[in-house]
């Protein structure tokens, strides 16, 4: 009976990236308005991946508030050389015995690895680009993502509301891969292979 | 006062008849060249090929991003080790994620297949992997018996093209290494090839594919250049250069190292500088967002093609 009336986890999963440091957007997740954000659409975890640089940023946040903010129960680690697909999953929901887990969210810097691992898992993306970088098509790819549909594309200092927004995804969430129209070749990579390769059809 | 002029006259007279003597066979050995670019390299493959016969793909791998978008529309295809029987990945120095992400990529691939195959003992086939038919896998077992051990594929290191923060000044030197080690591949004479089932593989890659990294634009331009002398070679009808030939007693391939660029899944509205470089020599170009179709190199060249999402 306890279980059922205790409130449901629901994991927030942030992604600065491994190769550029993003310092603005991690200071930006370590910042109260995000966080209170987040408790305020029922968040009880903050998974962050900080990466090399941001380790000194989230260091000196959880040396300031050791047991977080808002109710939230936050944590962090570098990076992970095998990938992040098991902290990605941590944000789905479900609906095992013990303590019950509602679908979080995930809230990633605009490189493609990230952004497409989050997709396949189909949960809300939160893409954020990181305006320091020259020659910025991440900007590009997150607003195409968005006008699509299948993500919310957010500025670094903008992330307290992007929270909502996330939220309003959840409902409309479109499935991924898109299936795919309006192509030049019929079928795709598979075809174009097939003809450079010569197959007897 | 005479003297000089008359020199002057002189002068001017040779120097224009030297230049007269040299354009004439610079400009017919730059039509020879023009010539043999395009004749070398044709637009449209003849259907010759029997499926499941031996064949070589080269797929090259970059950093993270890369990598991931690569084996994400190598997954989505699905990549079929039958079609595709041999399999050369190439990764750049320091990538042990690529290369792991290789691995574990064959791995699944190894599977699918043990179960398509009817490999495992409890025979069951799920629908969506319907066995193969008698007459492929007869086929499958008259041309390369070993399709599913470990060696149908390899994972080849080569140094990077430009390090990240890699001053310009040595960005040339090390770009050459790159491309030395690119042509190697090609020719099948790298270092970490030695252990290859040579009989087994056909002599060049018979396609590359690449999506974008530094060594993809080596390795699509080695390929042109192998491509061109290896046309220069034949129709000269002088010997193959020894070094362009390899495993003696093979049927080279008619279409050697066809190139398909696909350009990154995050360009939206421009090409990335891999894609520009590239453009006017690959054979296809790919592009997966609607705003970049029909880009071409200069008028009247080919242009690029837009097929819609291909990763997942």
Redesign the interface.
């Known amino acids: 009976m306890a279980d059922e009336e205790q409130k449901p986890t629901k994991v927030c999963f942030v992604t600065i990236g491994?190769?550029a440091p993003f310092n603005l957007l991690l200071s930006n997740v370590l910042n109260t308005r995000f966080l209170d954000s987040l408790s305020l659409y029922g968040y009880t975890d903050l998974l962050i991946q900080f990466g090399n640089e941001g380790r000194v940023i989230f260091e000196e946040y959880m040396h300031k508030y050791p047991f977080g903010e808002c109710g939230l129960n936050i944590s962090g680690f570098d990076f992970n050389?095998?990938?992040l697909s098991q902290e990605m999953l941590s944000t789905k929901g479900n609906k095992d015995v013990g303590r019950r887990r509602a679908e979080g969210m995930i809230l990633s810097h605009?490189?493609?690895?990230s952004i497409?691992?989050a997709l396949?898992i189909g949960i809300p993306l939160v893409v954020v680009p990181n305006p320091a970088l020259q020659d910025n098509?991440?900007q590009?790819?997150a607003d195409?993502l968005s006008k699509q549909g299948y993500a919310v594309s957010s500025d670094p200092t903008d992330i307290a509301s992007a929270v909502r927004k996330a939220e309003s995804l959840r409902s409309r969430l479109q499935g991924?891969?898109?299936i795919?129209?309006?192509?030049?070749?019929s079928q795709?990579?598979?075809q174009?292979?097939?003809?450079?390769?010569?197959?007897?059809? | 006062m005479s003297l000089t002029k008359m020199w002057h006259w002189l002068s001017m007279n040779t120097l224009f008849a030297t230049l007269l003597i040299l354009a004439v066979p610079l400009a017919v050995s730059v039509l020879l060249f023009l010539h043999a670019l395009s004749t070398s390299h044709p637009t449209v493959v003849l259907k010759t090929r029997r499926r499941y016969s031996p064949t070589h793909l080269l797929i090259v791998l970059g950093s993270g991003g890369h990598t991931a978008e690569m084996l994400s529309m190598l997954r989505r295809l699905p990549l079929d080790p039958t079609l595709y029987t041999y399999r050369t990945y190439v990764v750049s120095s320091g990538d042990g994620f690529s290369a792991s992400k290789v691995v574990e990529f064959e791995k699944t691939l190894r599977q699918k297949r043990e179960r398509k195959g009817g490999l495992d003992e409890s025979g069951i086939c799920s629908e969506d992997t319907p066995r193969l038919e008698p007459e492929q896998l007869h086929r499958l077992n008259e041309n390369f018996t070993d399709v599913a051990i470990p060696g149908s594929y390899i994972v080849i290191t080569v140094p990077r093209a430009r390090r990240v923060h890699q001053s310009f000044w040595t960005a040339p030197f090390t770009t050459v290494k790159c491309f030395w080690a690119c042509l190697n591949i090609l020719r099948g004479v790298h270092v970490e090839q030695r252990s290859c089932p040579k009989t087994m593989i056909p002599r060049y890659p018979d396609l590359i594919l690449t999506n974008g990294p530094a060594t993809g634009v080596c390795i699509v331009l080695a390929a042109k250049l192998i491509r061109l002398l290896r046309y220069v070679s034949t129709s000269l009808n002088v010997w193959y250069p020894a070094v362009l030939s390899l495993y003696e007693g093979q049927a080279p391939t008619p279409y050697p190292l066809r190139t398909v660029f696909v350009e990154s899944w995050a360009r939206v509205t421009s090409l990335s500088l891999s894609g520009k470089i590239l453009l006017p020599f690959v054979d296809r170009f790919l592009v997966q967002w609607p705003s970049l179709r029909g880009k071409r190199a200069w008028r009247g060249m080919k242009e690029s093609e837009f097929v819609g999402t291909l990763v997942e």
């Open positions: 491994a190769t050389r095998t990938g605009a490189g493609s690895g497409l691992e396949r098509h991440q590009e790819l195409e991924w891969p898109p795919n129209s309006g192509q030049d070749t795709g990579l598979g174009v292979m097939a003809d450079e390769m010569g197959f007897i059809d």
